[in-house]
């Protein structure tokens, strides 16, 4: 009886060293508690997909009667929406199609030229913390740690683990998250300038275009051609170049550089599934002005970050001011809606720097 | 001694597979189930703190695989837990069920509460929320009511039978 106790007490002791050991192996990136997690993945799997299958129909009950009035409004409330944005929908893709083609002729990057991989939601995080989603996609369809996970609507998430044909996302609102962002505030004044040209050798004066102050619209027009643009609240106003007249006159319309959208960046950090993502690190600068809510904010970019730039992340709902020289806090209310994912795409985009050299 | 272990592990890949497809889906007030917890403080309660706190470090080690905390983390709290549930009886010499049920419901709570705090010490900040009280109860309501099924399935596993020939 003593033996079994003290064999027991020695087994404790052993397991719990064994544990800190991992523990410190794991925080250090180890690729030996990788190989483990891949080996346990290989056994625990099968089993995994089995009791899925069987358990299925219990979860499609329980969903059924917890969820079912919730999904009548859903419709409802979707079905009104299709068609409001029915209209939308076109002019907003034409507007897509024409920015990405000025990107490329100007040879920045764009999403369009980064491939994706459509992915399934397979399972929720087991435990009640950390926010985390399973999906069926793994390093088989080239997936790899840190790509970022976009749904319809916009940024959900980034990888975090991926087996062959699993990967697992941890979501903006898990406290863990966190990527640089910018947040693009809408310009102080609305006045535009249009430059017309007689023919490119012999520019024309610039001809100051009043505000209209009662309008969210400004129009442009000349003898040939009337365009509108509509100033989306916090985005640059689009430059709009028109087809040549038959006299060879063409018009532009350049913003001031007072007017276009002012851009800061910071970092967007998650604060659990209740709560919403802050962003930090906004510096007071004076050219930056008030800062609105309901302005953008989109994925920052570059050489160091794991995400390419201007995926729409949300809007700000909340400033909270901070006393100093801090600047302010913003609440971010997220364009997607993270607790009804189905489909993911997983943006294939690695950073120059972490890239692997052929 | 091995049978008993190696029984252990057998039935914990059934109840983690049951934890990350089942229970992870019926959330009820958006809160998952801790059927791995519930296991491992029914075997705290039914056989006392050394085999409650050795079912928690291998059931945790195992859960550790599947979950993206650091692997080990799971595995001391639910060590914790398990230790916690024998401790919770060692002072009365034939529990009842009822007292057991008492017992699971606080140690849910007490296990629920482990694990921010051990994910706050390896610097894995902003569980320990508001939210937390919800999630205690919840788990705690919920292992209640499957306590009954966890305290016999437990006994089953680690029955120490002597393999005789």
Not at chain 1, 45 to 63: C, D, G, K, L, Q
Not at chain 1, 110 to 129: C, E, H, K, R, Y
Not at chain 2, 87 to 115: D, H, N
Request: positive net charge.
């Amino acid at each position: 009886m003593a033996a079994g106790q003290s064999t027991r007490r020695r087994a404790i002791i052993l397991l719990v060293l064994t544990s800190i050991i991992l523990i410190t192996l794991d925080l250090q990136n180890s690729s030996a508690i990788s190989g483990l997690r891949s080996v346990f993945g290989v056994v625990f799997r099968p089993i995994e997909s089995t009791t899925r299958v069987i358990t299925r129909p219990a979860s499609n009950i329980w969903n059924g009667i917890v969820n079912y009035n919730n999904v009548l409004d859903d419709n409802d409330r979707l079905r009104e929406k299709i068609a409001q944005q029915e209209g939308a929908t076109i002019a907003a893709a034409a507007s897509v199609r024409l920015s990405q083609e000025l990107l490329a002729l100007n040879g920045l990057p764009t999403l369009a030229g980064i491939n994706a991989v459509t992915a399934q939601v397979i399972g929720d995080s087991p435990s009640n913390f950390s926010q985390t989603i399973e999906i069926n996609q793994g390093s088989e369809s080239g997936i790899r740690v840190g790509m970022p996970v976009l749904n319809a609507a916009g940024l959900v998430g980034k990888i975090t683990k991926v087996s062959t044909d699993r990967s697992v996302v941890m979501l903006i609102t898990d406290p863990d998250f966190a990527l640089s962002i910018k947040v693009v505030n809408a310009p102080r004044q609305a006045t535009t300038t249009t430059i017309a040209r007689s023919n490119a050798a012999v520019p024309s004066p610039v001809v100051p275009v009043e505000p209209d102050a009662n309008s969210d619209s400004a129009t442009v027009a000349s003898t040939t051609t009337t365009t509108t643009t509509t100033t989306i609240a916090g985005f640059t106003p689009s430059v709009t170049t028109l087809p040549a007249a038959p006299s060879g006159v063409s018009s532009i319309t350049v913003p001031l550089a007072s007017d276009l959208a002012v851009r800061e960046t910071g970092v967007i950090e998650g604060r659990g599934p209740t709560r919403q993502p802050t962003v930090r690190f906004i510096s007071n600068a004076l050219r930056f002005g008030d800062i609105q809510t309901g302005v953008p904010i989109v994925t920052a970019g570059g050489s160091r970050s794991l995400s390419p730039p201007d995926i729409l992340v949300g809007t700000v709902s909340r400033v909270v001011e901070r006393v100093g020289s801090a600047g302010p806090v913003l609440e971010i209310e997220l364009v997607a809606d993270l607790s009804n994912l189905s489909f993911l795409r997983v943006l294939l985009y690695q950073p120059i720097t972490e890239k692997v050299a052929p | 001694m091995s049978s008993r272990w190696s029984r252990l592990v057998l039935v914990m890949l059934f109840v983690i597979a049951l934890q990350t497809t089942l229970f992870a889906d019926l959330r009820p007030f958006g809160v998952a189930a801790q059927l791995v917890l519930l296991f491992v403080i029914a075997s705290g309660v039914n056989h006392g703190v050394a085999i409650g706190a050795m079912t928690g470090l291998i059931a945790g080690l195992m859960y550790d695989f599947v979950l993206p905390t650091p692997v080990g983390l799971v595995s001391l709290v639910l060590g914790l837990a398990g230790a916690t549930a024998g401790l919770l009886i060692y002072f009365f010499r034939q529990p009842t069920l009822w007292m057991k049920v008492v017992a699971i419901a606080v140690c849910s709570v007490l296990g629920e509460i482990y694990y921010p705090l051990a994910q706050a010490v390896v610097g894995i900040d902003g569980w320990l929320q508001l939210r937390l009280i919800k999630v205690v109860i919840v788990v705690a309501i919920c292992n209640v009511i499957f306590s009954p099924i966890a305290i016999l399935l437990s006994r089953w596993t680690l029955a120490d039978r002597k393999l005789t020939v």
